[in-house]
């Protein structure tokens, strides 16, 4: 990076303080700088967009409003206010970071940069984002946004998908983060890649950077960042079966837990076994599943297929419609036949399912109740 020693970043905060105060849309983290509820908003919105995260924030702090709460509440609690919001691992690192601070630093967040990094989540630019703009700490908070700005600014062809790049921009930024206004000097270069310097068509007008953007000034926004091609996303085919269970006290579905570690890891799902299968292979897998707890298959009825996109994977799901026939068992006695990764349910809303499944889990709710 010693070649891009002569850029002036000593003008960055003067250019882009005034232009936040202006531009900044009015967000509702933004409106706060209590530690908690800056970190419950920044591990929201890794990966996830700011309209997806509106609707969950002020629920889930209205629900846990401090990391006491966090701390103590139940995991499955936790996961449904979660629900929607995918990549569950950030909610249980949420939790278990929450029962480190209630051990430790007596349910604060330490106002330390190091110290924070150390908690489970919470990496370079989270810790970063927290400690400037909750504590007014002068470190930058570098995420994908910041490095699109700087790379084109700079001119810079270097992959930003290497860690050494982006640990190259935090230390080109750290001398430049003013110590009065940190936490709105990164959140200016966050919003300036959200808002203006956008990936696929640099709104360089707007810009408070242009007059400094090399890239601007070169015609070649387009070409930055550089990042290396993502590997092709692997296609997984699934087949579902989304179970009506009728007993003398109602229709229940049936829900199966998945494997504690792996994708979607201890998450309830609609039960479901690999690949694609035939009609016949469809219906045999149905009685298989049913045959432990005394339950038998009345008919099968395939429904319209579904996708969901994880990063790195594609489930592209058929599922079947399994209507169990009449039985002489009582809810009870089934819920103890039922090995413990197994759940008989009529509450599809008391219980946490991933947004991979959101198709088959709103034909089922409807169905329970018509059954």
Not at 232 to 258: D, K, N, P, S, V
Request: aromatic share 8%; glycine share 6%.
């Amino acid at each position: 990076m010693s070649g891009f020693s002569s850029f002036p970043f000593g003008a960055l905060p003067a250019l882009l303080l005034p232009w936040y105060a202006s531009a900044a849309r009015p967000l509702p983290w933004r409106e706060t700088r209590e530690p908690y509820r800056v970190w419950i908003s920044e591990i929201m919105l890794q990966q996830t967009r700011v309209a997806a995260v509106l609707g969950y924030y002020a629920r889930f702090l209205s629900a846990l409003p401090d990391v006491a709460a966090l701390a103590a509440v139940e995991e499955e609690r936790l996961l449904k206010l979660w629900e929607g919001l995918d990549y569950y691992s950030r909610a249980r690192n949420l939790q278990k970071a929450a029962r480190l601070l209630v051990e430790q630093y007596d349910g604060q967040l330490p106002a330390d940069y190091r110290q924070l990094t150390a908690l489970p989540g919470i990496g370079d630019y989270t810790a970063g984002a927290i400690a400037s703009i909750a504590f007014g700490i002068a470190v930058p908070a570098v995420d994908g946004n910041v490095l699109r700005v700087i790379s084109r600014i700079l001119c810079c062809g270097d992959d930003i998908g290497l860690p050494q790049t982006k640990q190259s921009f935090r230390q080109l930024l750290l001398p430049v983060v003013p110590q009065h206004s940190a936490g709105d000097f990164n959140q200016a270069l966050m919003e300036l890649g959200a808002t203006v310097c956008l990936p696929s068509s640099a709104r360089c007008l707007l810009c408070p950077l242009a007059a400094l953007c090399r890239a601007h000034q070169e015609g070649c926004t387009q070409q930055y960042p550089v990042k290396a091609p993502k590997k092709a996303r692997q296609i997984q085919q699934r087949t579902l079966f989304a179970i009506l269970c009728r007993t003398a006290e109602g229709t229940f579905t049936l829900l199966h837990r998945r494997p504690d570690s792996g994708l979607l890891a201890g998450l309830w799902e609609i039960p479901s076994v690999e690949g694609a299968l035939t009609e016949e292979q469809a219906q045999q897998a149905a009685a298989q599943l049913l045959e432990p707890f005394d339950l038998s298959v009345l008919s099968v009825q395939p429904q319209k297929p579904a996708r969901h996109i994880f990063t790195h994977i594609e489930w592209q799901m058929s599922c079947l419609l399994v209507k169990t026939g009449d039985n002489t068992l009582s809810r009870s006695q089934i819920d103890r036949l039922l090995p413990e990764d197994f759940l008989l349910t009529d509450r599809l809303d008391s219980v946490s399912l991933p947004s991979a499944f959101q198709s088959y889990t709103s034909l089922l709710t409807t169905l329970i109740g018509s059954y």
